[in-house]
């Protein structure tokens, strides 16, 4: 099985909700990433999860809160967010941090914050 | 920013011709790597290149590595229409993965 899989497909939520993006997989990966990519922009990386411990926070504002609660799933809870915060989410998932190992990834969340 | 920069932006060519996308970056890497994306959904890997490697060849795809000039070339031979997708390079530094700006390409069958 070499699928990462993502849930929601699409997701609309108001200034006020608070929702959460799912993101599983079953390589065997240790090393999970979220990125953000706007229309027509590259991805952009948000977090990286490495053997279910944060490594990386890109600066990313605190309404958006990741959670790695074992080493096969990976959640991005969202609260507060603003219009500017809609995009494609991307999650990823890699054999190991570090780079020498390819990246994986989901088909996406597309956000739409109204 | 270590964001790569790739050029063309955008590129249209008939089904069978060559397609050659470059791309340039400003820092030090580990490996750069090639994904593609369709309609704006997930990316798929294409190929990975290490740092002391100057050439990589996977099926249709040629990637070229020059880290004095830190650029890197995709060739894709015999393109199809299925080819039709976004390109975006990507460099590595230790665990941190930065995406280019990306090469739309469009194949005419």
């Known amino acids: 099985d070499t699928e990462v899989t993502q849930t929601p497909k699409h997701l609309v939520m108001g200034m006020t909700n608070k929702k959460s993006l799912k993101c599983e997989q079953h390589?065997?990966?240790?090393?999970m990433y979220w990125y953000k990519q706007k229309a027509k922009k590259p991805p952009e990386l948000m977090f990286v999860?490495?053997?279910?411990?944060?490594?990386i926070n890109e600066s990313v504002p605190s309404r958006f809160s990741p959670e790695c609660p074992n080493s096969s799933l990976l959640n991005l809870h969202l609260h507060a967010l603003q219009p500017e915060d809609s995009a494609l989410y991307l999650c990823?998932?890699?054999?190991?941090?570090?780079?020498?190992?390819?990246?994986?990834f989901g088909p996406g969340t597309r956000l739409t914050v109204t | 920013s270590q964001q790569g920069e790739e050029d063309p932006q955008a590129l249209s060519i008939q089904e069978g011709e060559n397609a050659t996308m470059n791309c340039s970056y400003k820092t030090s890497i580990n490996n750069l790597q090639w994904y593609r994306q369709n309609s704006g959904r997930g990316l798929v890997h294409l190929i990975l290149i290490r740092s002391n490697e100057r050439e990589k060849h996977s099926g249709r795809l040629r990637v070229t590595l020059d880290t004095s000039k830190k650029s890197s070339s995709l060739l894709i031979t015999a393109s199809r229409a299925a080819d039709t997708a976004s390109y975006f390079c990507?460099?590595?530094?230790?665990?941190?993965?930065?995406f280019g700006t990306g090469t739309k390409l469009q194949v005419i069958p």
């Open positions: 990823a998932s890699s054999q190991d941090e570090g780079p020498l190992y390819e990246q994986y």
């Open positions: 999860y490495s053997y279910e411990k944060l490594s």
């Open positions: 390589m065997g990966h240790r090393a």
């Open positions: 990507a460099t590595a530094f230790y665990q941190k993965v930065t």
